[in-house]
């Protein structure tokens, strides 16, 4: 278990969602796999996308498995265009290994934000990572809000 991981897992206990954090065994990080794993559609499982920001910061926007981000509406929200954090800086700066981008336990240095994509399943739960490769906690939609308490909800995708 890696330090991000260990974090997401005290810090939803702490929330009291502890019991619904699921573990699986010999899968890979794709939403598609996790899906897979979990029996449900991929748009539930929450993908975390980490963006250079800046002045040295990062932007990490949590979006539906199937969404991809419109670099249209993304300069028009953040004023910049869309560029990945390459591995390397991803955990210097959000805390968290490349891959396993979650909405918990982010440093200071990177901004969450919510997108609208994950709207679509307010009447049922989805699925972020906590941390590691195979971990995921379920949430409503108003719950993974209240317990990643983004800058904002913004719609960057298609």
């Not at 699921?22 to 993908?47: H, M, P, Q, Y």
């Not at 591995?87 to 981008?101: K, R």
Request: proline content about 4%; hydrophobic content about 40%; some cysteine.
């Amino acid at each position: 278990m890696n330090e991000a991981e260990k974090r997401g897992r005290e810090y939803l206990a702490s929330k009291g969602y502890a019991d619904r954090i699921i573990d699986f065994k010999n899968t890979d990080i794709t939403a598609e796999s996790t899906a897979l794993a979990l029996g449900v559609d991929v748009d539930r499982i929450c993908k975390g996308l980490a963006f250079k920001g800046r002045g040295g910061t990062a932007v990490v926007v949590i979006a539906s498995g199937r969404s991809r981000v419109n670099n249209g509406k993304f300069r028009n929200v953040f004023g910049f265009r869309p560029t990945m954090l390459p591995p390397e800086q991803t955990e210097e700066l959000t805390g968290h290994i490349a891959g396993t981008i979650n909405p918990f336990c982010l440093r200071d240095s990177a901004k969450l934000y919510l997108d609208m994509s994950i709207m679509k399943h307010k009447e049922e739960t989805v699925f972020p990572g906590i941390g590691g490769e195979d971990s995921v906690v379920e949430l409503t939609v108003r719950e993974l809000e209240k317990l990643a308490d983004p800058v904002c909800w913004i719609d960057v995708t298609m």
